[in-house]
């Protein structure tokens, strides 16, 4: 009862914040409670070869896997690390699923929790060692990824990695070594683990920068000094760059658009009564692009005056690298994770612009210095 309840909570979590993290961890979580259950149902009346095996898919193969494969897709930005990840996580959901449902058991079965070696051959052993690797391998490529992030944001994510990790190896060792009375209770703790990661992920942080909040803040401002500011981001040397620009960091030249220019269309839709805390942010960040990033060409926030809860993006670059840089830029990032508890969906739409005719102040008007 403790593990589905959990699992509602996740079902819950990812129906209002919908997210691929949280639908891995919600599969996980199926998985890990659908083979508590036969488990106990196999320790009460004796395990079978049904109940053997749908205790082992759940808790040996999908619990662990698709918690790792979340933990994943919430820490990686990568679009080409998510896909391979993707590609993997396939691979090692039907293949060992069509083996561990229809290879041969062996051995007698009883009332205790029985392990993975007890009754399946070396292939299927094989198999689940396999993804188990790959498990740690997911959970490892999170832990770096989110590692390399800002210090602002690393602490709160290493937390929920933390626990996606315990829940993964809480699950592995009930599958890998059966533990006998103590295996529902680890597996009680896996799909509590689980159940506190997501609901770290999916709700919003309280925001440090809020000034009805830390009103007690106000002092320090006056005693701040500017060299306490972090480093900006060390941005790539530009083709044909002024040599005194370059040493002495010269203001930024917004120079005419390359060829290839890239474009982004986002439309948040925003929650009853969010507009306000909403454009603060917008408008924080706006500020910021227009500062700080010269090869951002165009980063403006529109309202929709028949759609009071929408407002929409639109951001112009000179090229891949320049939408690279800005989304790597800590007031980009801090932008996104303020905006989150104000957001209620989100659409991106990426644009690659063949042509375009603007006048000269169009950027200057709508991205004030």
Known sequence: MVGWSATAALAAYAQRRPGIPTVGWL???LGITAGLSVGVVGAMFEFGELTFRLFHIGISLIGPLYIAWGALEYGVRSPR???????????????????????????????AFPALGDHYDL??????????????????SALVAVLRKPRGTRRFQLGVIGLLALAAVLSVAVGRLGLGAVGPLLMLGAVAALWGAAAMAVRPRRDELDEDEYDDYDDYDEDF???????????????????????????????????KLRGVITIY????????????????????????????LLFACHTVPRAPLQRIVYAIYRDDLAKEEHEQQPHVIEF???SSAHVAATNVIELSLSGAAASDGLAALLMPH
């Open 81 to 111: 690390g998510r896909f391979t990840s993707r590609l993997f996580l396939s691979a090692f959901t039907i293949v060992p699923l069509v083996v561990l449902s229809v290879d041969r058991l062996s051995g007698q079965f009883a009332k």
């Open 225 to 259: 000094e500017e060299d306490d500011l972090p480093e900006e981001p060390v941005r790539r040397k530009r083709r044909n760059a002024d040599p005194y620009d370059e040493a002495y960091d010269g203001p930024p030249v917004r120079r005419a658009p390359a060829a």
């Open 336 to 338: 996104v994770r303020r």
């Open 27 to 29: 599969v996980g979580a």
């Open 123 to 140: 292939v299927p052993r094989s198999l689940v060692n396999v993804v188990q690797v790959v498990v740690a391998i997911f959970l490892v």
């Open 269 to 296: 839709t925003l929650g009853e009564g969010q507009e306000a805390g909403f454009d603060r942010i917008a408008d924080e960040v706006v500020e910021e692009v227009a500062r700080r990033e010269p090869d951002t």
